[in-house]
């Protein structure tokens, strides 16, 4: 019978998810020059992502601000004042070990609106007053 090569479980999840083992080396950072990224903002509406803009948006809330966002599950459209994403209430023991985050946002209900305009700061800050 011939030797298989297996890999161990735990070689496995150090490659699934190498952030989770302390011993692991640093993943190679990705680095996106400023231009690059102006320019893909600047031209996001006429490129039609908006979804895309949101879905990156979500995705970098819940990895700086608090992970337990849900995505908007009505119909889409642009100029509709609703929130995009919303957090989802978690139990005290959950987010006592949540490392990233807020400590209240697994209490509190948060909304997050995200827009491709250049005068999103403007709107926004009349609709807080």
């Not at 011993?23 to 020059?33: F, G, K, P, R, S």
């Not at 031209?43 to 908006?50: L, P």
Request: with cysteine; proline share 5%; glycine share 4%.
């Amino acid at each position: 019978m011939e030797h298989l090569d297996r890999i161990s479980p735990s070689k496995f999840m150090r490659e699934l998810r190498p952030e989770c083992y302390s011993d692991t080396e640093d993943h190679v950072a990705y680095l996106l020059d400023a231009p690059t990224l102006e320019y893909h903002l600047d031209s996001i509406t006429q490129r039609n992502q908006t979804h895309e803009f949101e879905i990156f948006c979500r995705k970098l809330c819940e990895r700086t601000i608090c992970p337990n966002l849900r995505p908007q599950t009505g119909p889409e459209g642009g100029g509709d004042s609703k929130a995009d994403t919303e957090t989802y209430p978690v139990s005290d023991e959950i987010a006592a070990i949540t490392y990233i985050g807020e400590a209240n946002a697994g209490r509190e209900r948060w909304a997050f609106a995200f827009s491709a305009k250049k005068r999103i700061a403007a709107d926004a800050a009349s609709r807080v007053e």
